[in-house]
């Protein structure tokens, strides 16, 4: 019995739901469509060069909250999870995770993604235990501040060995599953890290230290 690990966008799913999120309030005219595009495609190219400011990309995609009821969110984001999330879940992902479910392990993901797009994706997933960007409330909205340790890059272990003082466990056994070279910190710290699906830059630090290299897309 271990803790599995599972980094969410582009892991256990196909594709990335925090750059999913800002394409489909484009396409739902809920934001000014061209400039709001280009800095959603902008910031995701940054991510996956390892050059993201998570604060300057935190103060764009959470403005949004802000400028909305929290009703009306939850019913756009119903919408996201049924036509772009559910066909994003990849039907080995979810063998993956009954496969530590039945071994006994404690599920856990952990993503740089804010807790608002990730919590109802990790409650489709079956997985209770989610870290992840959280996201300020005050009187019943969102603020469009995140507070906290952002679950980024070094941020993930932070989060991650808070989590495990609280919560009296340890990292003995644990197994983490990422796909992108922004999360060696924490692969670094577990027993059995997997890179799945990796980016160049994570394969071939996972070629060079014997790590497993994974697919789960068809």
Known sequence: MALAIFDLDNTLLHGDSDHAWGEFVVTRGIVEAESYQARNDAFAQAYMAGELDIQEYLAFCLRLLA????EQLALWH?????EVINPMVLPKALELIERHRRA???L???TATNRFVTGPIAERLGIDILLATECERADGRYTGRSTDVPCF???KVTRLQRWLKENDAS???AWFYSDS???LPLLQLV????AVDPDATLRAHAQQNGWPILSLRD
């Open 108 to 110: 856990m993901i952990i």
């Open 181 to 183: 070279h922004n999360d």
């Open 191 to 194: 027993e059995n890290p997997v």
């Open 171 to 173: 990292l003995e056994g």
């Open 67 to 70: 400028e909305h009821p929290e």
């Open 104 to 106: 006994g392990d404690t």
């Open 153 to 155: 890059r070094e941020g």
């Open 78 to 82: 119903r919408q996201f999870m049924e």
